[in-house]
Every structure is written in C-alpha cells, then in structure tokens.
T-cell receptor, first 116, second 112 residues
C-alpha cells in the first residue's frame, strides 16, 4: 500500500525568507502524480503544485518549487520570498496513474506559520 | 467556471434532525467526491461517484447517504448523526489533463 509521510507537524518562517517542507512516500509503482495542497484557515484546499513521476524536471509555480527525488521517494516543497498569505496547512499527496480509479493518499500535513 | 461550490457554509443540527449538504461543479468533471476532515488532519475519503454512479463507499455509516442527481450535482443526506460526526465536509471533483482534484470550500458541520 502507498503511504505519504510528512515528518514536520509545524514549521515557521520569516516573511521574505525561504522555507522547505518535507514529504516522503512509499510506492512500488513507477508512474504516479505527486501534489502539494494548501489549506489556509479559510478551509479551502488549493492545489499548489503537481509533479508527474516520469518527468525528471522539478515543477515550479512562481514562488513554489519542488525537489523531486524519485529514487529516494522524496518530494519537498520550497517556498521562496514567503508572504503572510502563505500561512496555512500544507498537505503532500500521492496518486497512482494506472488501474482505474485511484484515490489521493494524503500526508498528515505541515502547519506553516509566517512571521512578519 | 473552474470552481466547486458547497452549501451551506455552516450547519448546526441536532442528533434527530435530517439535513442535506449540496455540492455543485460546472467543469464537466465526471467524478465527484465527499471527504470528511477533522481539525488538523488530512481529509478522509467517504464516497466517490463516477459518471453519476456510486463507485466507492469507504465503509461509511448509513446515517450518511450520498446522492448524485446529475453530473454537476452531489448531495450528502444526513440523518441521526452523532456528535463525533462534527467536522468539515469537503466536496471535490476530478478532471483536467492531470486528473487532479478540485476542492470546494467545505461545510462546517456541528452536531449537538
């Protein structure tokens, strides 16, 4: 069975600084998607960034980028130039591609605080 | 339209009440989901509808009854809930090139 582990329950960062959130996963599949979702106190889960496992290039979305290490099964999220609006719960999620319907497997989440 | 909407935003109900949660999307997605989320925890999958048919029930108690009247609409009927059912209920739909999930804002449910 696939599992997703986020080992940092809480993180904090100063505004304008850079922070990295860790995520590791376990799977025997070779092809899958990985996602980072953000859930601010307003509650809505928002997709931050996605990575296709067959792509070696790390995904980037503006200030958000990932460090995808397939062999190590690691998928960390780097937030550059942190802003107060980045404060939220961040969930790492895995989804395999093959074999019909595949549900999202979430990590336990990392709560990010941003200090002015 | 690239959003999933949910009503109501908040709901307070007694253990003998019957209420319904509503979810709507107009993105043409053919799979829709209900999740339950407790505070500081990840969402837990409850039900999946694919092409308007229930395809996944994650062993959810029968006091929760899902319904998919059409491809854009998903309901969750609630009856005889327990206080431990108090949670945020999220709806999602799946689509797009990466088959990713788009979430609604959720309904905060309190059972007294």
């Amino acid at each position: 069975a696939q599992t997703v582990t986020q080992s940092q329950p809480e993180m904090s960062v100063q505004e304008a600084e850079t922070v990295t959130l860790s995520c590791t996963y376990d799977t025997s599949e070779s092809d899958y998607y990985l996602f980072w979702y953000k859930q601010p106190p307003s509650r809505q889960m928002i997709l931050v960034i996605r990575q296709e496992a067959y792509k070696q290039q790390n995904a980037t979305e503006n200030r958000f980028s990932v460090n995808f290490q397939k062999a190590a099964k690691s998928f960390s999220l780097k937030i550059s130039d942190s802003q107060l609006g980045d404060a939220a719960m961040y969930f790492c999620a895995y989804k395999k591609i093959s074999g019909g319907y595949n549900k999202l497997i979430f990590g336990a989440g990392t709560r990010l605080a941003v200090h002015p | 339209d690239t959003e999933v909407t949910q009503t109501p935003k908040h709901l307070v109900m007694g253990m003998t009440n019957k209420k319904s949660l509503k979810c709507e999307q107009h993105m043409g997605h053919r799979a829709m989901y209900w999740y339950k989320q407790k505070a500081k925890k990840p969402p837990e999958l409850m039900f999946v509808y694919s092409y308007e048919k229930l395809s996944i029930n994650e062993s959810v108690p029968s006091r929760f009854s899902p319904e998919c009247p059409n491809s854009s609409l998903l309901n969750l009927h609630l009856h005889a809930l327990q206080p431990e059912d108090s949670a945020l209920y999220l709806c999602a739909s799946t689509g797009g090139r990466y088959n990713e999930q788009f979430f609604g804002p959720g309904t905060r449910l309190t059972v007294l």
